[in-house]
């Protein structure tokens, strides 16, 4: 629950920066797997409004077509997908990727991923499945965290040394499994070696039986602008398979997408 007042948690109004946008985006966000219904209380609770604040906003995205109510349950409608889309589609590069993807999964035999960094999770932006190998629902929008996962270490390895550093000093250092890192000097030397090598594989960190590999997808700066990956079942796939057998062809992948993107030396 959020304890913050509208006041304490939202810079002031101003030219630049329209408060009541602002918080119709806290009350879209409100809504997740673990809260798809809410009351106007719950909603009010969760982003720190009042409820009569709470309820105009849910009204309005009521009228836009953005949330139904029975009256007393809010929930979000398909609708809200467009303003994900919007921005993959303002990415046209995806549509290039996917037949990409495509192919290295026919190779591989093993489900293949895109995804960004937004602070410290990854968001997937394209997916391939082969097999469900995660008890959790993995598509376009899922988000998992960064300094755990294969596609996230590759990512988190473009930024400079203070602001990495920056980032995960003070965030909670979760423990999934018996196998997850949870000293930050360790994780720092998973990605510093991400960064040195080109690619980082995990194994088991996140979920037991899950293992990955990923590599950077660079544009015509030179930027890493998005992570690919290779996911498998650990108790089929090693890390020796992944290393020998799936890494030159995961990196192939990566080169022909990077060339979409413009890299240079692609």
């Known amino acids: 629950m959020n304890s913050q007042t509208p ?86 590069i995806w549509n290039l990727a996917e037949p990409v993807m495509e192919d290295l999964v026919e190779e591989v035999r093993e489900s293949s991923s895109a995804a960004v960094l937004d602070g410290l999770d990854i968001v997937y932006v394209l997916r391939v499945p082969t097999h469900k190998i995660m008890r959790t629902n993995l598509g376009v929008g899922s988000r998992l965290p960064a300094p755990w996962t294969s596609m996230g270490r590759v990512l988190l390895a473009s930024l400079p040394d203070d602001e990495l550093e920056a980032r995960l000093q003070g965030h909670p250092m979760e423990r999934f499994t018996e196998h997850t890192t949870t000293d930050v000097d360790a994780l720092l030397a998973h990605i510093r070696t991400a960064r040195q090598q080109g690619w980082c594989l995990v194994n088991q960190e996140l979920e037991e039986g899950l293992i990955s590999i990923a590599t950077p997808l660079t544009d015509r700066a030179g930027r890493t602008v998005a992570a690919l990956n290779i996911s498998g079942q650990a108790n089929r796939t090693s890390e020796a398979q992944m290393r020998e057998q799936m890494l030159p062809a995961l990196l192939r992948a990566a080169r022909i997408i990077s060339r979409m993107m413009g890299a240079p030396g692609h």
Do not use: W
């Not at 879209?28 to 309820?55: D, K, Y």
């Open 7 to 92: 006041e304490a948690k939202d810079p002031k109004p101003s030219d630049s920066y329209v408060q009541s946008f602002a918080r119709g985006l806290e009350v879209i966000r409100s809504f997740s797997a673990a809260t798809p219904q809410q009351t106007l209380s719950e909603v009010a609770a969760q982003t720190g409004l009042t409820r009569a604040g709470a309820r105009r906003i849910l009204l309005t995205l009521q009228t836009l077509g953005y949330v139904e109510t029975d009256g007393k349950l809010f929930r979000l409608t398909p609708r809200i997908l467009d303003l994900g889309f919007a921005y993959l589609s303002s990415l046209p």
